[in-house]
Nanobody
Framework: VQLQASGGGLVQVGESLRLSCAASRRGFSFSTWDWYRQAPEKQLELVAAMTQGDSTNYADSVKGRFTISRDNAENTLYLQMNSLKPEDTAVYYC??????????WGLGTLVTVSS
């Protein structure tokens, strides 16, 4: 599976963005499909995760502001980001782990929140 992330950009504090992660295959199974981010000089951080059964999990720092969802018909994972803060500035990566434990990563998309 190849993953293609898009939707990053430059926004002002309080604005919204929606990231998309398109998968190259249809009908695949996965253990988790999620979004990570890496801010400058910081470690990679799990932002939001979704299981095949649609259970979701969020980092405390984004709870109530970010929503992860997927469109099965479009083989796409989304991350709706509202009320963006400067500390949300990072490169965001789409990641998928299949049931065999294999990990797939997309190229990152940069989100910059300007104050």
């Amino acid at each position: 599976v190849q993953l293609q992330a898009s939707g990053g950009g430059l926004v002002q504090v309080g604005e919204s963005l929606r990231l998309s992660c398109a998968a190259s295959r249809r009908g695949f199974s996965f253990s988790t499909w999620d979004w990570y981010r890496q801010a400058p000089e910081k470690q990679l951080e799990l932002v939001a995760a979704m299981t095949q059964g649609d259970s979701t999990n969020y980092a405390d720092s984004v709870k109530g502001r970010f929503t992860i969802s997927r469109d099965n018909a479009e083989n796409t994972l989304y991350l709706q980001m509202n009320s963006l803060k400067p500390e949300d500035t990072a490169v965001y990566y789409c990641h998928l782990e299949d049931f065999g434990g294999k990990n797939y990563w997309g190229l990152g998309t940069l989100v910059t929140v300007s104050s």
